[in-house]
């Protein structure tokens, strides 16, 4: 499928799904995880057992959380975002499903009502024992290694960052309103996303067997490129400038 034929499709859908991963970040200066340079070829993840288990990998969780904080106090969203948000202006977006920490969908103006945040965020911290929040700001600033990770000053627990980590259980809410517009989508679009990590990536295969047309959008190929009826490989701001040429030409 050409992307002039994917734009007219586009246009005329009513019930539009966005499925982003951190490749929607990196034009605003955010790393992706599994590209050269990203985040897990300098960081570890912190397994969420090993986190409650010992000091070391709370300090570890820390360590990557401030740096990030510091990266986030910068970033702004991107092409990619915003054109998600035109959608929902024009009243076609049925959802976006999010797999990115990072809030730039938020920020870019996607409402609360259509995202769904599947591993959490970086821009909330909480006390695993009394769920009370913190804003990171309140917590960052006062933080740096060598100090004593920090804890509730409710309870006494532990803090830690409102994302998901690995082998942390998935927000139950969000699973379901993610299952539901994956089988209510009639064009379910992948952006930025390598589709290897489970159970996230089932969405794009539910929307596909629920009768979606499936998109991807990737620099790099995914495992699910043969199931798409179309894929684009090539940078997402690029992709989205030239999709806005296909609808300004098409009548
Ligand atoms: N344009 C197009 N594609 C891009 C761009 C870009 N500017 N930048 C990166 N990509 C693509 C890469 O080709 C890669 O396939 O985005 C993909 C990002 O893949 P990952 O780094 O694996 O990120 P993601 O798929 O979001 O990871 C899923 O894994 O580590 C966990 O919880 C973490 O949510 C994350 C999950």
Not at 82 to 95: D, N, T
Not at 104 to 131: F, N, Q, Y
Not at 222 to 238: C, E, Q, R, S
Request: proline residues 4%; glycine residues 8%; charged residues 20%.
């Amino acid at each position: 499928m050409l992307i002039a034929e994917f734009a007219a499709r586009l246009r005329d859908s009513r019930a539009l799904v966005f499925f982003t991963g951190a490749g929607i970040s990196t034009e605003s200066g955010v790393p992706d995880f599994r590209s050269p340079g990203g985040v897990w070829t300098k960081y570890q993840p912190v397994l969420f057992q090993d986190f409650l288990a010992g000091e070391a990998a709370r300090v570890q969780h820390w360590q990557l959380k401030k740096a990030t904080y510091e990266l986030f106090k910068t970033v702004k969203p991107n092409v990619g975002h915003y054109a998600i948000c035109e959608f929902e202006q024009r009243g076609q977006l049925l959802g976006l499903i999010t797999q990115n920490i990072d809030g730039l969908h938020k920020i870019a103006g996607t409402s609360e009502a259509k995202l769904v945040e599947l591993h959490g965020t970086d821009r909330l911290v909480t006390c695993l024992t009394c769920a009370k929040a913190y804003q990171p700001a309140d917590i960052y600033e006062k933080w740096h290694e060598g100090l004593a990770i920090p804890t509730c000053d409710v309870c006494g627990g532990f803090l830690k960052s409102a994302n998901v980590s690995f082998g942390q259980s998935m927000p139950v809410e969000a699973m379901q309103r993610a299952q539901l517009w994956s089988e209510q989508a009639d064009i379910f679009v992948v952006v930025g996303s390598s589709l290897q990590v489970q159970p996230a990536a089932s969405f794009p295969v539910i929307a596909k067997r629920s009768g979606a047309l499936l998109a991807i959008v990737n620099r790099d190929p995914t495992p699910l490129d043969d199931l798409a009826d179309f894929v684009h490989n090539g940078a997402i701001g690029d992709f989205f400038s030239r999709l806005r040429g296909c609808r300004s030409t098409v009548k």
